[in-house]
């Protein structure tokens, strides 16, 4: 999916955040943001938005000197799910079924986007999503498929999101290979973090090599290339990886919540719509 | 009311909102855009957003070679309020509160406004309006002002939004001074659109000779100054007059919906909620 100017008000929207994140003064944000202002004219639109997203957020990371400006906050979202935790288990011994209540969950998880949403609400986002009529639904598709699947590749997207993936992985109860950033991008999920959240106890965690917030195949490292084409399932999570991955014809079911105007329109569904949809099921 | 740093992905929303009004091709959208990012530096924060908007929407003009970018849609948005001419006409008929629904009516047509909205209902506006709860309600503190007041000064804000202040006026039934920017400006209104909606029937019409999209006094003309500055009632629309006006101590009734976070957050209150304020009430 191609890179759209609409973009360009959030990458703005993005660096604020960022700036009032790292605790500057409002002289420093202003500089910051006339720093972002001043990037637009290197931009090529030939790209994705997710290669947009690293070239600005790898521009204030060196302005800032700060390998991982998000550090501090990826920790507490961590925590912040982490307490939902009995909630949730309580939400899954009481469903009748809980694959579907998981992937649910896992799609709850991704609202945790800093790149897209900056407040969020997680418990309202439970008990929504839980019982939420899906604007794309192929859960049942899904179901099917995971069943058939040898080799299961699922795309992480924000770190505390991670907290979800994993309750979601134990149910589908199958060897998964679970694929992280290769750096700490935005508020994005790492190996380390993906460990410290002990999705290695439920799925083989890897790095897909990626710098970028989305998993765009060429920036990916050749051997993780090499699994997604191999691969009989893929679940990627998220916007960025939507936005990375909806051009190609690889065996995706992507969950997501349409957090965005611009992915919104791009699907063809109102902001705020859960996805649980099959890339190119038209065409299978 | 100072400028504040979340109105900059803003100031890109309008740039590329009338980037895609004036039919450029998405090559020169690029470039538009990367033009604002690249004014950025040239922004001094001591000073208010409808300054800056103007610094801005001053140098696109020059960019467009266009002294009137918003023309077409500003006539396209009269004509579309003007239709709902009948509507309006019958809700007052059966209203038994005529000055308070015509002064509701009023803020309703402040959504019309191309800085904070691209996308608005007017006929869904009109509906929540009138049976709305205003999160600030100084109505019957405006109606014994507005009995005693001599000298009524009525600050205009957006162009199709005068339809509604010309029933509004006329409910007020007093000699009222209707005040409108110097020059185009976003898609507020000048002293010739004022004349062709028909406001003039009503009020005398006069330029504040504010170049900017909100009266800030000391941008406008010394004529104009000193008639603020003698004024016993001052009905300000909108959000940039809110901006321009909300550090004086004059005697304003501030009638605005708050359509963005920003003046939201300053009033102390929720996006969307319907304001009719005095000014400086716990001062008088």
């Known amino acids: 999916m191609k890179a759209c100017l609409d973009c360009f008000p959030c990458f703005l929207r993005q660096t604020l955040h960022l700036a009032r994140l790292s605790n500057l003064e409002e002289q420093t944000q202003k500089k910051i943001v006339d720093f ?4 637009f004219t290197k931009i090529d639109m030939n790209s994705t938005s997710p290669e947009i997203a690293h070239f600005i957020h790898s521009n204030l ?59 969020y609400d997680m418990e309202k986002e439970i008990k929504s999503v839980v019982s939420a009529k899906f604007a794309i639904d192929d859960f049942e598709l899904f179901r099917q498929d995971i069943q058939k699947a040898k080799s299961i590749i699922y795309l992480g997207d924000n770190t505390a999101e991670g907290v979800f993936d994993k309750i979601f992985i134990e149910q589908i109860n199958k060897p998964v290979t679970y694929a992280t950033r290769e750096i700490p991008v935005i508020n994005d999920i790492t190996v380390d973090w993906a460990k410290k959240i002990g999705i290695d106890e439920v799925a083989t965690v890897v790095s897909s090599g990626a710098k970028i917030p989305g998993t765009v195949p060429k920036f990916c490292s050749p051997e993780f290339r090499k699994k997604l084409e191999n691969a009989d399932l893929i679940i990627s999570k998220g916007q960025g990886n939507y936005e990375a991955l909806s051009d190609t014809d690889l065996p995706i079911y992507f969950f997501l919540k349409a957090k965005c105007q611009v992915i919104a329109d791009h699907i063809g569904l109102k902001i705020g719509s859960y996805i649980l949809m099959k890339n190119n099921k038209d065409n299978a």
Chains 1, 2 share one sequence.
Do not use: F, H, M, W
């Open 36 to 39: 972002t202002g001043s990037l």
């Open 61 to 119: 990371k060196d302005y800032l000197k700060n390998d991982d400006p998000y550090a501090e906050i990826k920790a507490t979202n961590v925590a912040k799910a982490q307490t939902l935790l009995p909630k949730i288990s309580k939400i899954l011994t009481d469903s009748s079924d809980k694959l579907l209540t998981a992937a649910r969950l896992a799609i709850a998880g991704n609202v945790i986007d800093l790149g897209a949403c900056l407040e």
